[in-house]
């Protein structure tokens, strides 16, 4: 009796402490300040996106401080570069993709106030860099308030956003070359951009609706192909690559309408010349949103508006976040009939989880299928938001 | 005796709570902005460009930065109460501060942001305050009333850093500059950095900021009130060291009132060591209950202490919020084992006596007064040499420590040959009051005969009053030379200043257009700016202090010079500075060292040609030319103007047409004699709590004497009661009691008199130096001496009545069976 009730005693013990180590050295979240997304900063006074407008570039690469939210994504898929020199470790054709994002969000509408640290305008940034062969995914993020130099975008004379020492700055007039570099302990990257195609004007005539009701949209242009080359560094590793990068430049006031709940979203970049944006709002009751769709980019950068009706985007498998819990479809069938295209989505690798101030999955694909009944290929990046909680009001 | 015990461990734990308290709020409050910090870049207190923080954070990359700008309010409401007023960047301060780490989480960041003026405020000030978030904290800043709306009230996590947000106001860094009218200035920039990342930035920085580690910066002002609180701390031994007079006069006088039993108790096989063991055990118990009682007095007195303690260090040194008094386990620890030890030690020379007495002598009454009375030479002589080692040791070594160890020992030696002195004066008057009859003949033998306690009564009386001389003299020197000092200082007519925290004169920058306006105001003959400001130097941060004053400065004012005031002032208009009296003593400076402050134009060094008196500010000041300060400085800002009336003009009128014409700004306006006026205001402030302690030790010794008195009445009960059956009238009985304490009471303040004219010397040329740098004028009031000695009498002879009154009640024949 005696001897049952020590050992339930040290077990209990043993137990407690374990977890209690646990608990003691369980990885430190990031400097994270969530409010500072939920917070609760009215729209009020923001312009929202109602009707499409004119764009001027490089001015609208640059920041719209009317709206309140605003974005500048870069991601792309790389290799090593086997025309140049070998990298330390020898490989040839080592898979490797990216993400640099810039976010800003205003406090207030307008312009910031010229003097001292004041300001109304937090920027934050995510930088990751996917090892394929290795399958990992490192990841970093950052906060600055937009002021005394420290973080600010423009677009003129010339495009620039930066924050910190993570910058994206224009090497020509129209923005449409840009060098991108950022770096965190052990992860680097300096990159060369430039684009093959013209700017693409996403949604109806780059006014991107993000509901049903209007105003709940995005302005949304991009560079959907942009030839790349440069340095990665992993834990003082620096490798050449190539490869091609993929920009988004979105600004809203309030996007999701009030039943959504995230969004998943592919930028796509086939092998027969052409890309594939697509994205689909997920309402809170398991519903799609109607105004899913996406744009069709020829390789002459002609673009083909898609509708709801007009893409099925159907979940394979899915992967589970071990430190999240969030349970991510993590490859996809994309079918566009009415293009012929039948795709298989595939993460490259499966964790490719942001845990950040908002957690999300964002990460690079890979994709095989056929166009026409013809073998097509293509690599991509693949973002999923509202697998943990509801994105409402975060953008 | 246990009240006696329970004083002395009360007015140590009192002080010692107080000086805790303040040292724990300042640690906690520094804690609380500086955070795991390890290094910071600091400028002059002008500020340092925020670009520096720029280059730091994104072109160096050390992303362990963090911008503060930081600066005190005066919250008016609030009785004048100072509110700290911190601006960070929530997006660098994860890695720095906890304590802080909630105002990111729990509040809307964006109002923060951009909330002009927006503060999050310590749970302390919204309470004292009844601030919610929505009502406005108006505070008195830079020279200006600034309405800071409370968006939050900051939540701690725990009681450490709940006393840390005490009269904290926390905001945006942005607002702060505007607030604290920095414009795109930073106060400092907070770093975590390894040593060689230290080393490698200190050599990029610009000119005129530096890199220094954030303990030196925290050591350095916490130093600055070293001296302060050890002071403080000496004088509660004092009080201490009376009570030990009382413990041992008490222990000793039980001793001999039981010497029969201790004798029976000897014969009966209690050995010696037993014997020292009994009477060291009564005192144990004797010093605990006292000690017990002296911890909850102590904390009763420190709740007044710490208010004063506090109110000095903002007056004199740095703002700090006090509101914890919460007594620490290790005060109430080190209070008792002082009372505990002192009583011992006072308890040692009865328990000797009671263990070494042979049996038989021991039940012998007149035994223990006939060892005394062959102790009093030796013991003389012991307090002569211990005397002469302190008088050595404060010759010879200049820590300040050891010199108020010295000075123990020269008060303890003077109190030692008392009782020698006491024979010998008592000998002395013998013959003129024989003339007084039978009573002027008894009087002075039985305080002699009695000696081993009488004399133990006279000491302790006699270092009390002593103590009071010393002090009050000091006080007295010190105050006489500040008004000399102010008169020769104070020579403008009108003085503007920049309202600041506590009694210190402001290093705000007054603002713009103040010195045209009062300049062109008629009946303004002439004006003269100062600016002070800290800055860096190879003597660490020190104050700076910039006029354009072309007064001829008064000779008097020169401790040591290079010439005279003429030769001197054209020095340093030529880029020579002159240091203050402190100054030169804290960094060991004298007239034609060179000093090297960090310009805005690099490090440049400056000689020093005069040395001058001043009693702003302990930690010293050099004084430089404007026309200088602006060839090595960026900073043109002003901290402070005089004004020189136009032969004729009424001040009073003439400071109203100035107050008149800075209407709207929060600038006070004062002529030279209220400015005089708040300055002693302040130097009574200052020590009101040193008077505070010289009181309780003469409370001390008037309980010491009370008892010693009444011991030595109810002993001597039989002996009075047949001088009372041989027609001793009660008239005659009052008049030889009052004679013989009266005797008591003008030995002690005749005592009294020279060890307090050498306490005070040693305090004014040796302790003053030492702890504050500054000399003073001694300055003798025969006053002071006429009154301790009064005081000695009339607390002798007020402390014979009650025994007297005792005595009385008790019918002689009960008396004189007692035996």
């Known amino acids: 009796m005696k001897?049952?009730?020590?050992?339930?005693?040290?077990?209990?013990?043993?137990?407690?402490?374990?977890?209690?180590?646990?608990?003691?050295?369980?990885?430190?979240?990031q400097a994270a300040l969530p409010p500072l997304l939920a917070a609760g900063t009215s729209a009020e006074g923001f312009a929202r996106a109602l009707a499409p407008r004119e764009f001027v570039f490089p001015l609208d690469h640059g920041p719209h401080l009317d709206f309140q939210t605003e974005w500048w994504y870069y991601t792309g898929n790389l290799e090593t570069d086997d025309r140049g020199d070998r990298d330390d470790r020898g490989d040839r054709g080592a898979r490797y993709g990216y993400q640099l994002t810039i976010f800003r969000r205003g406090l207030t509408p307008g312009a910031t106030p010229a003097d001292g640290l004041r300001t109304n305008q937090i920027y934050f940034a995510h930088f990751a860099i996917t090892d394929v062969a290795r399958g990992t995914h490192r990841a970093a993020e950052r906060f600055s308030r937009g002021a005394g130099g420290l973080a600010g975008a423009q677009g003129e004379p010339t495009f620039a956003v930066w924050l910190e020492d993570w910058r994206i700055e224009a090497l020509n007039a129209d923005g449409s070359a840009v060098r991108l570099r950022a770096q965190e302990a052990g992860l680097s990257l300096d990159l060369e951009l430039r684009s093959a195609k013209p700017v693409v004007l996403q949604g109806e005539r780059g006014l991107s609706p993000k509901s049903s009701a209007p105003g709940n949209a995005s302005y949304y242009v991009s560079y959907t192909r942009l030839a790349t080359t440069g340095t990665l560094t992993l834990d003082d590793q620096t490798v050449a690559v190539r490869g091609e990068s993929w920009f988004d430049h979105e600004w809203s006031t309030s996007a999701l309408g009030p039943q959504g709940q995230g969004w998943d979203w592919f930028s796509l970049q086939l092998s027969d010349g052409r890309e594939l944006m697509l994205f689909q709002i997920r309402n809170a009751d398991g519903s799609l949103d109607q105004v899913s769709g996406g744009t069709l980019i020829a390789a002459d950068g002609t673009t083909t508006r898609l509708l709801a009706d007009d893409v099925v985007l159907e979940p394979l498998e899915t992967w589970t976040s071990p430190r999240s819990g969030a349970t991510y479809p993590i490859a996809w069938r994309v079918l566009i009939a009415g293009h012929g295209l039948d795709l298989t989505v595939r993460a490259q690798v499966p964790a490719q989880e942001m845990p950040f101030a908002f957690t999300y999955w964002e990460g690079t694909v890979a994709v095989t299928g056929t166009a026409n009944d013809q073998t097509v290929m293509g690599f991509g990046y693949l973002e999923m938001t509202g697998y943990l909680g509801s994105m409402q009001g975060v953008f | 005796m246990v009240l006696g015990v329970a004083l002395g461990v009360a007015v140590v734990i009192a002080i010692d709570l107080a000086n805790a308290s303040a040292s724990r709020a300042f640690a906690l409050s520094t804690e609380a902005v500086t955070g795991r910090t390890t290094h910071q870049i600091v400028g002059s207190s002008a500020g340092i460009p925020q670009e520096v923080f720029?280059?730091?954070?994104?072109?160096?990359?050390?992303?362990?930065?963090?911008?503060?700008?930081?600066?005190?309010?005066?919250?008016?409401?609030?009785?004048?109460?100072?509110?700290?007023?911190?601006?960070?960047?929530?997006?660098?301060?994860?890695?720095f501060r906890d304590s802080l780490g909630d105002a990111g989480t729990r509040n809307d960041l964006g109002v923060f942001y951009t909330t002009p003026g927006g503060v999050l405020i310590g749970p302390g000030l919204a309470e004292q305050g009844d601030l919610q978030p929505g009502d406005v904290l108006t505070v008195t800043v830079a020279a200006r009333e600034v309405g800071l709306p409370v968006i939050g009230v900051l939540q701690p996590g725990d009681g450490a850093s709940a006393a840390a947000l005490d009269g904290l106001a926390l905001m945006d860094v942005g607002q702060a500059q505007q607030v604290l009218a920095l414009g795109d200035r930073l106060t400092r920039i907070d770093l975590i950095l390894t040593d060689a990342e230290a080393l490698d930035l200190a050599e990029r920085l610009p000119a005129g900021v530096s890199l220094v580690p954030a303990s030196a910066q925290r050591d350095s002002t916490q130093e600055l009130t070293a001296a302060f609180q050890l002071n403080l701390t000496a004088l509660s031994l004092l009080a201490l060291v009376v009570g030990m007079f009382l413990i041992y006069n008490t222990i000793m006088f039980s001793v001999v009132q039981r010497r029969q039993v201790l004798g029976i108790l000897r014969q009966l096989g209690v050995t010696e060591p037993q014997m020292a063991g009994l009477i060291l055990f009564e005192a144990l118990l004797v010093a605990l209950g006292g000690g017990l009682l002296g911890v909850g007095l102590g904390w009763l007195l420190g709740q007044g202490a710490v208010r004063l303690v506090t109110q000095t260090i903002n007056d004199l040194y740095f703002v700090v919020t006090v509101r914890d008094t919460s007594l620490e386990p290790l005060t109430a620890l080190k209070g008792l084992g002082a009372g505990v030890l002192a009583s011992l030690l006072a308890a040692a020379a009865p328990a000797w006596e009671a263990a070494t007495v042979p049996p038989i002598t021991m039940s012998r009454r007149s035994a223990f007064e006939a060892r005394a009375a062959r102790l009093i030479g030796p013991l003389a002589l012991v307090g002569l040499a211990l005397a002469g080692i302190g008088a050595v040791v404060l010759l010879a070594f200049k820590a300040l420590l050891l010199s108020l160890g010295a000075m123990f020992m020269i008060v303890i030696g003077l109190a030692l040959m008392v009782p020698a002195l006491t024979r010998l004066l008592l000998r002395a008057l013998a013959r003129s009051l024989a003339a007084l009859g039978i009573i002027g003949r008894l009087a002075p033998r039985t305080v002699t005969n009695a000696i081993s306690r009488t004399s133990i009564a006279i000491a302790a009386l006699m270092v009390a009053v002593s103590v009071t001389i010393g002090v009050a003299v000091m006080i007295a020197s010190f105050r006489s030379t500040l008004i000399n000092w102010l008169e020769l200082t104070l020579v403008a007519d009108l003085y503007i200043t920049t309202p600041a925290a506590g009694g210190a004169s402001g290093s705000a920058a007054l603002p713009e257009g103040v010195v045209a306006a009062v300049r062109d105001l008629p009946g303004v003959d002439a004006i003269a700016t100062i600016r002070t400001l800290q800055v860096e130097s190879d003597k660490g941060?020190?104050?700076?202090?910039?006029?354009?004053?072309?007064?001829?400065?008064?000779?008097?004012?020169?401790?040591?010079?290079?010439?005279?005031?003429?030769?001197?002032?054209?020095?340093?208009?030529?880029?020579?500075v002159m240091v203050t009296e402190p100054f030169a003593n804290r960094y060991a400076v004298a007239v034609g060292d060179l000093i090297t402050l960090e310009t805005d134009r690099g490090p440049q060094g400056f000689p020093v040609t005069a040395v001058y008196y001043d009693y702003g500010t302990e930690s010293g000041r050099v004084l430089m030319s404007r026309?200088?300060?602006?060839?090595?400085?960026?900073?043109?800002?002003?901290?402070?103007?005089?004004?020189?009336?136009?032969?004729?003009?009424?001040?009073?009128?003439?400071?109203?047409?100035?107050?008149?014409?800075?209407?709207?700004?929060?600038?006070?306006?004062?002529?030279?004699?209220?400015?005089?006026?708040?300055?002693l205001t302040v130097f009574d402030r200052t020590f009101a709590i040193t008077d505070a302690l010289r009181l309780l030790a003469v409370v001390v010794a008037f309980i010491g004497v009370l008892s010693a008195l009444m011991a030595l009445q109810l002993e001597r009960a039989r002996e009075l009661a047949t001088l009372r059956a041989l027609g001793l009238t009660d008239?005659?009985?009052?008049?030889?009691?009052?004679?013989?304490?009266?005797?008591?009471?003008?030995?002690?303040?005749?005592?009294?008199?020279?060890t307090g004219a050498i306490l005070a010397v040693v305090l004014v040329y040796v302790i003053n130096l030492r702890s504050f740098g500054w000399t003073l004028e001694l300055h003798w009031d025969v006053w002071t001496f006429i009154q301790a000695l009064a005081v000695s009498v009339i607390a002798a002879v007020l402390a014979a009545v009650e025994p007297m009154r005792r005595l009385q009640r008790h019918p002689i024949a009960t008396a004189l069976r007692q035996e």
């Open chain 1, 3 to 29: 001897t049952w009730r020590n050992l339930f005693l040290g077990l209990l013990i043993l137990t407690s402490s374990v977890a209690g180590f646990w608990w003691w050295t369980r990885p430190a979240e």
């Open chain 2, 54 to 95: 720029r280059q730091v954070r994104v072109e160096w990359r050390l992303r362990a930065s963090a911008p503060v700008v930081e600066g005190v309010g005066i919250a008016p409401a609030l009785d004048g109460q100072p509110v700290r007023l911190l601006g960070i960047d929530p997006s660098s301060e994860a890695a």
């Open chain 2, 541 to 576: 941060r020190i104050n700076l202090m910039i006029t354009d004053s072309q007064e001829r400065r008064s000779i008097a004012l020169y401790r040591t010079a290079s010439g005279d005031p003429d030769t001197i002032w054209a020095a340093v208009q030529g880029g020579a």
């Open chain 2, 627 to 679: 026309n200088v300060y602006e060839r090595f400085f960026d900073d043109r800002a002003i901290s402070g103007l005089a004004a020189y009336a136009a032969p004729g003009t009424a001040l009073d009128t003439l400071a109203n047409d100035v107050r008149r014409a800075l209407a709207g700004t929060a600038l006070q306006v004062s002529i030279n004699r209220e400015l005089r006026d708040s300055a």
């Open chain 2, 731 to 754: 008239g005659q009985l009052w008049r030889l009691s009052l004679l013989e304490t009266g005797l008591m009471g003008l030995s002690a303040g005749l005592f009294a008199l020279p």
